[in-house]
């Protein structure tokens, strides 16, 4: 079904979406009085900014209470002058990604999934993002440069899913995105696209007919596996998004980030459940910080971590409770964080 293509804009006009991603605030001082704060936080941020800079859409920004500067979702994206600070055991690339790069943007970690690196861009610039100093500029091949990994992917039947993620693969124009999965679809052994973005929730607007358009019309099933950490991220904008997606036939599933000061509290993370199941979506993992230089004030001790998983076993059906993980380098999938401490 290729009924979209009218609805693309021509080169020169940007959608809403488009406009409102150029429009993010990229300077500390002006998010700083956007809400209300007092300009002595401006320049450990600035400072940490000029390392990994500011970025976040103005639709976030009004989830934020004014005047708050312990606000869990500002907490998520200002600059912080201990990211300066250089922490043992804190490295530039704690997952592994560069060992599992087949081909220039491809990731072939685990059985019957490939993870595409469709872009650097996002939309957002999280603090504790576990590829803030990941080279896109070689993990990213233009779009017209996708042949080695379809040839690599049409090679191997046991491939049933393509991820497609960055970056944030929806700061992708829809025509390029489509273009890529029309390739996708004439794999023969490809069943399932999966999209990694956080982009619906920091800019719902992203959730438009175009995207409805070729998600609700590849022959493959769609999955789109979001990132929300706080149940404050869900506002009625962002379960309007949500519900089209849903209604276009999309399998949604939301995976966190187990953040110290911003989730790491039972009552949180059991109202986050509560609140991602009424807006459709499911919650997968709740991933243990990955130990990324810049982001050791997040980190969260393995045996609080599984204490909080208690309290959420505890509380809820099953199916509300998502899986503990921890991301390692060469194992065979994301391993559970259960059982013995460390
Ligand atoms: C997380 C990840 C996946 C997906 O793992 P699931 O357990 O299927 O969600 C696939 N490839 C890479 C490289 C990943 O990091
Ligand atoms: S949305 Fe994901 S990829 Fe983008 S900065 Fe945040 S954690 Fe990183």
Redo the contacts with the bound molecule.
């Keep these: 079904m290729t009924a979209m293509i009218p609805v693309f804009s021509s080169p020169g006009q940007a959608r809403p979406w488009q406009r409102e991603l150029a429009g993010a605030v990229r300077c500390p001082a002006q998010l700083l009085r956007m809400l209300g704060l007092p300009q002595d936080l401006l320049p450990a941020a600035r400072r940490a900014h000029r390392r990994f800079p500011l970025r976040v859409p103005h639709s976030f920004i009004r989830r934020m209470r004014r005047g708050d500067a312990r606000d869990p979702l500002l907490l998520q994206v200002l600059p912080h002058q201990d990211e300066l600070e250089a922490v043992a055991g804190f490295v530039a690339d704690p997952?592994g990604?560069h060992a599992?790069e087949r081909l220039p943007g491809l990731?072939h970690?685990?059985h019957g999934?490939?993870?595409l690196v469709t872009t650097g861009a996002c939309a957002v610039h999280c603090r504790y993002c576990f590829r803030q100093h990941f080279p896109y500029g070689e993990a990213n091949p233009r779009f017209d440069q996708w042949q080695a990994s379809l040839d690599y992917i049409r090679a191997d039947a046991s491939i049933r899913e393509v991820?497609l993620s960055g970056g944030d693969p929806l700061s992708l124009r829809d025509d390029k995105l489509a273009e890529l999965v029309a390739q996708l679809e004439t794999i023969g052994h490809l069943r399932i696209l999966r999209l990694h973005t956080r982009l619906p929730v920091v800019l719902p607007s992203r959730v438009d007919e175009a995207l409805l358009g070729w998600l609700a019309g590849t022959r493959l099933r769609p999955v789109v596996v979001v990132h929300i950490n706080h149940p404050a991220e869900l506002d009625s904008e962002l379960e309007r998004a949500l519900g089209r997606l849903r209604d276009a036939g999309v399998t949604l599933l939301n995976q966190s980030v187990l953040l110290r000061g911003i989730n790491d509290d039972a009552e949180v993370l059991i109202r986050l459940s509560e609140r991602l199941f009424e807006a459709g979506v499911m919650p997968y993992?709740l991933h243990a910080l990955d130990r990324v230089a810049g982001s050791a004030r997040f980190e969260v001790e393995s045996r609080r971590a599984r204490d909080l998983l208690v309290c959420l076993r505890n509380r809820l059906p099953g199916y509300l409770v998502p899986r503990l993980v921890r991301?390692q380098a060469g194992a065979a999938?994301?391993l559970p964080l259960e059982g013995k401490g460390d």
């Design positions: 997952v990604d599992a990731l970690k685990y999934r490939v993870l991820i993992y991301e999938s994301k």
